[in-house]
């Protein structure tokens, strides 16, 4: 008898964290680094390999699958309020907690220093790229939405929301042309993506192996930075609990009040997996076909809606990372000493969830992101180098938060069509 994958993952998360340790206890980083690790990046670039055609197969069949486009309108309208509403919600909640725990008065200006020249030149990389962005205009994200060439957009993980805009626009189309003339394409899709979901059961059955060499690189990697995480635990411990309290407290609440016909304990147990599966490979995108499944399986919500929504949710829905950049933002500005004033902290709110929707569902993805934000409100894009050292694990949690906020919305409005 098997193990179901959760198990697996678990397993695979223990024995990894044990050979990290002891990896680190006989001096054999370099060992792990070139023999074990990679075996984990080769499982990240195999989701990365599927992420762009599982999206775009399984958004144009949701869509194609309403049959009606006043009924895609409907439904569309619906799921855009409900995840600006949860971006704003979790985005305002991280400022919240900042302010109220204040993690930034907590770190020792020697470490803050020694941080900034660790990570000095990833820094300026990353400024560079915010400015650039700021230089282009205020309506430099249409640019970031529609592609000039969609070839091009889909040979990037990063260019999603291109991908998802064309895959929108081309479903459309087809709605809007007559039904026996486009059967035909429908039928290809529904192949295709018959296809791409047994590829994406092959690569999820090495995911044991994957998160093994993932969580032995992680504890290498971090075996250095005692001091840091010591420094900056508060920082962290804030971040922890935002993203707990949303995950396990405020979706449940949203669950038992506006999606009845779905029981808590139900959510939550068929949310598991994905949940350890989002964590360990901090990916949006790559636990995409495990969330599918764990709510079309588990929480019996239809295809029609799982398919639609799901896959925008991925690039647009990010609560855990808008908290998470809301309390960064908070804690940067507190340890370089600059009070925010209220103004401020309302387009920190703004700029935090304009910026959560353009966040790439990759691992990283953050990064320039987060940089841009900080120079758009007048906050020196090197604060990033205090918070870049502890970001993965914190990175894995909050992905959990955005692949559950995912199942949350297309529970809610699945429950609740008319």
């Given at each position: 008898?098997?193990?179901?994958l959760y198990v697996q993952i678990v397993l695979g998360m223990v024995?990894?964290?044990?050979?990290?340790?002891?990896?680190?206890?006989?001096?054999?980083?370099?060992?792990?680094?070139?023999?074990?690790?990679?075996?984990?990046?080769?499982?990240?670039?195999?989701?990365?390999?599927?992420?762009?055609?599982?999206?775009?197969?399984?958004?144009?069949?949701?869509?194609?699958?309403?049959?009606?486009?006043?009924?895609?309108?409907?439904?569309?309208?619906?799921?855009?309020?409900?995840?600006?509403?949860?971006?704003?919600?979790?985005?305002?909640?991280?400022?919240?907690?900042?302010?109220?725990?204040?993690?930034?008065?907590?770190?020792?200006?020697?470490?803050?220093?020694?941080?900034?020249?660790?990570?000095?030149?990833?820094?300026?990389?990353?400024?560079?790229?915010?400015?650039?962005?700021?230089?282009?205009?205020?309506?430099?994200?249409?640019?970031?939405?529609?592609?000039?060439?969609?070839?091009?957009?889909?040979?990037?993980?990063?260019?999603?929301?291109?991908?998802?805009?064309?895959?929108?626009?081309?479903?459309?189309?087809?709605?809007?042309?007559?039904?026996?003339?486009?059967?035909?394409?429908?039928d290809w899709f529904d192949a295709v993506e018959k296809i791409i979901?047994?590829?994406?059961?092959?690569?999820?059955?090495?995911?044991?192996?994957?998160?093994?060499?993932?969580?032995?690189?992680?504890?290498?990697?971090?075996?250095?930075?005692?001091?840091?995480?010591?420094?900056?635990?508060?920082?962290?411990?804030?971040?922890?609990?935002?993203?707990?309290?949303?995950?396990?407290?405020?979706?449940?609440?949203?669950?038992?009040?506006?999606?009845?016909?779905?029981?808590?304990?139900?959510?939550?147990?068929?949310?598991?997996?994905?949940?350890?599966?989002?964590?360990?490979?901090?990916?949006?995108?790559?636990?995409?076909?495990?969330?599918?499944?764990?709510?079309?399986?588990?929480?019996?919500?239809?295809?029609?809606?799982?398919?639609?929504?799901?896959?925008?949710?991925?690039?647009?829905?990010?609560?855990?990372?808008?908290?998470?950049?809301?309390?960064?933002?908070?804690?940067?500005?507190?340890?370089?000493?600059?009070?925010?004033?209220?103004?401020?902290?309302?387009?920190?709110?703004?700029?935090?969830?304009?910026?959560?929707?353009?966040?790439?569902?990759?691992?990283?993805?953050?990064?320039?992101?987060?940089?841009?934000?900080?120079?758009?409100?007048?906050?020196?894009?090197?604060?990033?180098?205090?918070?870049?050292?502890?970001?993965?694990?914190?990175?894995?949690?909050?992905?959990?938060?955005?692949?559950?906020?995912?199942?949350?919305?297309?529970?809610?409005?699945?429950?609740?069509?008319?």
């Amino acid at each position: 008898m098997s193990l179901p994958l959760y198990v697996q993952i678990v397993l695979g998360m223990v024995l990894g964290v044990a050979v990290g340790i002891i990896a680190v206890a006989v001096d054999a980083g370099k060992f792990v680094s070139d023999w074990i690790v990679p075996w984990g990046q080769t499982f990240i670039r195999l989701l990365q390999l599927i992420a762009i055609p599982l999206i775009f197969v399984t958004l144009v069949k949701g869509i194609t699958g309403l049959k009606d486009i006043h009924k895609f309108s409907r439904l569309g309208g619906k799921m855009m309020m409900l995840y600006l509403l949860f971006i704003a919600m979790s985005a305002a909640f991280g400022i919240t907690l900042a302010v109220t725990i204040k993690p930034g008065s907590l770190v020792q200006q020697e470490i803050v220093e020694d941080i900034q020249k660790q990570y000095q030149v990833n820094i300026e990389e990353k400024a560079l790229a915010a400015e650039q962005n700021i230089e282009q205009g205020p309506l430099n994200f249409l640019n970031d939405i529609v592609p000039n060439n969609i070839v091009s957009a889909a040979s990037s993980n990063a260019n999603v929301l291109q991908v998802i805009f064309f895959a929108v626009f081309f479903a459309m189309c087809i709605l809007l042309l007559p039904v026996d003339r486009m059967k035909p394409v429908v039928d290809w899709f529904d192949a295709v993506e018959k296809i791409i979901l047994k590829m994406v059961d092959f690569i999820i059955k090495t995911t044991p192996v994957g998160v093994v060499a993932l969580m032995a690189g992680l504890i290498v990697d971090f075996k250095g930075d005692v001091s840091m995480f010591s420094a900056l635990g508060v920082y962290a411990l804030t971040v922890i609990i935002g993203l707990l309290v949303i995950m396990y407290v405020i979706y449940p609440f949203v669950i038992h009040f506006f999606a009845r016909k779905t029981k808590v304990s139900r959510f939550l147990r068929a949310l598991y997996p994905v949940q350890l599966f989002a964590f360990t490979t901090s990916s949006s995108a790559a636990t995409l076909p495990v969330t599918m499944k764990a709510v079309t399986k588990d929480l019996e919500v239809s295809e029609e809606v799982a398919e639609f929504v799901l896959p925008i949710g991925v690039t647009v829905n990010m609560d855990g990372t808008a908290c998470y950049q809301a309390v960064a933002i908070v804690f940067i500005a507190q340890v370089l000493g600059i009070d925010l004033s209220l103004w401020q902290l309302v387009v920190v709110l703004f700029m935090t969830i304009l910026s959560s929707i353009g966040t790439p569902g990759i691992p990283g993805g953050t990064y320039v992101i987060l940089a841009m934000v900080l120079t758009s409100i007048g906050i020196p894009p090197e604060g990033l180098a205090l918070i870049i050292g502890i970001d993965r694990p914190l990175d894995m949690l909050r992905t959990s938060v955005n692949v559950t906020g995912d199942a949350m919305v297309a529970c809610m409005i699945d429950k609740n069509r008319d």
